[in-house]
């Protein structure tokens, strides 16, 4: 026979880690004259692209040209 005193603990609570990051915000479709941001995501002839230094898109700049300026992600 156990004898308490005083008033029990509660058992701790176990919270769950998530197991996926947060969602990344869509990408949109590459279009020059638009101004992209590092971290932008485009999506260009069905690939998505990661903006790697800050610019404005010109024809002939698309992601496949210029991997200094977009990461196939």
């Not at 176990?14 to 990344?24: A, E, G, H, L, R």
Request: with cysteine.
């Amino acid at each position: 026979v156990a004898n308490f005193t005083g008033t029990p603990s509660p058992s701790p609570t176990i919270t769950p880690t998530p197991t996926s990051s947060p969602t990344s915000p869509p990408a949109s479709p590459w279009k020059a004259g638009t101004y992209y941001r590092v971290g932008d995501l485009v999506t260009y002839n069905g690939s998505t692209y990661r903006c790697l230094a800050a610019h404005t898109a010109y024809p002939g700049w698309e992601p496949p040209n210029y991997d200094f300026l977009w990461a196939r992600v």
